[in-house]
């Protein structure tokens, strides 16, 4: 048997070249369950040779049967999963002294993601006080004995890694009933190897431009990765193209730390993106829709003095006058002058990088993307790439993709959210990704969805309503994730899927700062109402805000920003805990809800109102209407609230009914209603409350002297 071993540990370090940490962290003088995810037939064998002697291994009956020379090689028990005396039997083991191997999963996941954790698990946890040992395995669900045939691109011998993290104990309380507290247990271990996952793939000081020659290797080249309107490409043109654009650009940006890019989602703003990537330029992706003093404002912000775009774009979206203003002062770089220029030795040269996979100039980088306006100027979130990388790498531990799959993106790439969620993650997970210019295409969009077999659809409440209303039931019927984000997902819109097409949507949380998703509904963990858990690697705090219920949301983890750039200022460092103004709730279970954002309430008479349920109660009352509630300074109260809605007239007696019958505060009646014919929205989808204030604002200032009553039928 030793022999067989020696043999056997050879083959593996030959073939796998495993790399195991956290051996160290072992404790095996007291009760102990390591527990690692299962994503392989060869899981087992690889900790078998690595794990100390003393850990006895829990073997399927089944399995036992097909592979009892490999089993025999190590001390095991086996158990029969059906039978409920088997975890009576692993209990008293542990009881004895003897530290067990166990996958909580039960199973062999066939997603690419975690499977769900049997309470079984917990229940031993509960009755032997054991230390449990989360352990991730990473590499061998690529190998050929994984159950992913067909969703990853599966090889012989993968390299593997196996990384075991810091032991916890689950408290056994007496006055809960059991059965509960195995469903806590379930979840609290879940919860372990959710985190463990994520630690074990996350890095520091990275370039995404390496970690996509990176994701070449493990996906193919040759492997479709990106579509849009006129064009495809495999990670083998993408790269090329980049190579050849970085070539191009690395002289007319000389000298310079950043460059504005100003282009939709396309195929060419993802190579434009890399080729800054890899000459270590910061790009500062600009919102075409902010208007032209907002886009000259962060330029200034961000010390721009180079602009890449596309003539087309600029011709089909109008942006002419902004070109105009934007090149005092800085060079503008049309794409298709670029393309133009390249020659036969750009291109020799960029195939030559290719085959040579050369790597960027710089093991870090940056981009700056910009808040959507709450401020007189534009702040630039600085965003390192390891932050970016580390929110793909969170999503990713608690939600499966593979390269099955196929993101339907419509969310630009100024929003964190198109950039992350729509474009990052598909590119370093070999998930194709369609991209399309503009999510205000309400019919176009569910045709699409339709046609390209899309699996996965990003989208605010709003984008997502108006495709609801205007596809036809069988539009999305490939889907099988819808994730919402951005905005408070509004039960009309949920509901609507539901019904018409019979899907859940997921409702994630987050901001830019944070690289944006700090929460995400799954799956595998989803509570409607909520905005799902907290990812792994994210910390937090709530404090108490006076006069309010609920608290205000601080978090810190790898994917907070470095810090803002302020206009006129420079550059602010992120603080260790990041305030994000965000009233929010968090039950027993992790589930976060979110009440409202601390600046959306009004200080009424001395009374804190929120905005966000003076639209919830008046949406309540007039139906159909869109609704969004803002605060403007009052002289004789301190502040007050108009209502902007649309449709038909409504009248603010008809509210006030409605609160005084559904027993509602009489506070959360605005003080002037303002009919509208559409609420405007910022690129992102959500409601345009700048411009509202504003609007309200000049409109009190020109009817001061007029009643509340009066200026009801008041409309803009």
Request: include cysteine; glycine fraction near 8%; hydrophobic fraction near 40%.
């Amino acid at each position: 048997m030793p022999l067989i071993t020696a043999l056997l540990r050879m083959f593996v370090r030959i073939c796998f070249r495993p790399k195991v940490a956290g051996l160290e962290k072992l404790d095996l003088t007291q009760p102990a369950i390591v527990m690692p995810n299962h994503v392989s037939l060869l899981d087992a064998v690889i900790l078998a040779l690595y794990l100390p002697k003393d850990v006895t291994f829990v073997v399927n009956t089944d399995i036992a049967k097909r592979f009892g020379l490999l089993i025999r090689l190590r001390k095991h028990i086996t158990v029969d999963p059906l039978n409920p005396y088997s975890v009576r039997r692993m209990v008293k083991v542990v009881q004895q002294g003897t530290p067990l191997l166990l996958f909580p999963e039960g199973r062999i996941t066939t997603t690419g993601g975690m499977m769900k954790i049997y309470p079984g698990i917990g229940y031993i946890a509960l009755k032997t006080g054991a230390a449990l040992y989360p352990a991730a395995i990473n590499g061998l669900e690529r190998s050929k004995l994984s159950y992913l045939a067909g969703k990853v691109k599966q090889v012989w011998f993968p390299k593997v890694s196996v990384s075991i993290g810091d032991p916890f104990k689950i408290e056994f309380r007496k006055d809960e009933p059991l059965r509960r507290q195995k469903e806590r247990a379930a979840r609290l271990i879940q919860i372990s190897l959710q985190e463990q996952l994520f630690r074990s793939r996350a890095k520091t000081g990275v370039n995404l431009f390496n970690e996509l020659l990176d994701a070449v290797k493990t996906n193919g080249a040759s492997v479709q990765i990106c579509e849009d309107i006129t064009q495809k490409a495999t990670y083998r043109q993408l790269l090329i193209a980049a190579y050849a654009l970085s070539r191009k650009l690395s002289g007319l940006l000389a000298g310079q730390q950043t460059a504005a890019v100003l282009l939709p989602n396309s195929i060419g703003h993802i190579a434009a993106l890399l080729s800054l990537f890899r000459l270590g330029v910061s790009p500062a992706i600009l919102n075409f829709s902010a208007g032209r003093q907002a886009l000259m404002d962060a330029c200034e912000t961000a010390d721009v003095r180079t602009v890449l775009t596309s003539r087309l774009f600029v011709e089909k979206a109008k942006l002419q006058p902004v070109i105009d203003s934007l090149q005092e002062g800085r060079t503008i770089v049309y794409l298709e002058d670029i393309r133009a220029a390249v020659a036969s030795g750009d291109k020799l040269g960029a195939l030559v990088d290719y085959i040579l996979k050369k790597r960027a100039l710089h093991e870090d980088g940056e981009v700056i993307l910009f808040t959507s306006g709450s401020e007189n100027k534009p702040k630039g979130v600085v965003l390192g790439h390891d932050n970016l990388l580390a929110n793909a790498l969170q999503a990713r531990s608690v939600i499966d993709f593979t390269q099955k799959d196929k993101m339907f993106n419509a969310m630009p790439m100024f929003h964190s959210f198109g950039l992350t969620a729509g474009t990052l993650l598909p590119l370093l997970t070999g998930m194709k990704v369609y991209l399309y210019p503009s999510p205000l295409h309400y019919k176009v969009i569910p045709e699409l969805v339709y046609d390209k077999n899309a699996t996965i659809l990003l989208g605010t409440s709003t984008f997502l309503a108006a495709y609801g209303k205007t596809a036809h039931p069988y539009d999305f019927y490939s889907l099988r994730l819808v994730v919402a984000g951005a905005e408070k997902l509004k039960d009309e819109v949920r509901q609507l899927w539901a019904d018409k097409f019979g899907l859940r949507i997921l409702e994630g949380y987050g901001t830019t700062e944070a690289a944006p998703v700090l929460s995400l509904n799954t799956p595998l963990q989803c509570r409607k109402g909520t905005v799902g858990k907290l990812l792994p690697g994210v910390e937090y705090r709530i404090e108490p805000v006076p006069g309010i219920e609920g608290g205000n949301l601080f978090v810190k983890g790898p994917n907070l920003m470095r810090g803002y750039l302020i206009h006129s200022a420079g550059f602010v460092p992120c603080p260790e805990w990041y305030d994000c103004g965000d009233v929010v709730e968090m039950d027993d279970e992790g589930y976060l809800t979110i009440k409202s954002r601390l600046k959306r309430f009004a200080k009424i008479g001395g009374e804190m109102v929120s905005l966000n349920l003076v639209e919830e109660v008046s949406t309540l009352c007039f139906k159909d209407a869109a609704v969004a509630a803002v605060n403007i300074p009052d002289p004789r109260k301190g502040e007050q609230v108009v209502l902007f809605y649309t449709g038909p007239v409504c009248q603010l007696a008809a509210l006030k009914e409605y609160l005084k019958a559904g027993g509602y505060p009489p506070l959360l009646a605005p003080s002037r209603m303002v009919q509208t014919e559409r609420l405007p929205l910022l690129g992102s989808g959500k409601t345009d409350y700048v411009s509202l204030k504003k609007i309200a604002q000049e409109e009190a200032d020109r009817t001061s002297k007029s009643s509340p009553e009066e200026e009801g039928a008041h409309a803009v």
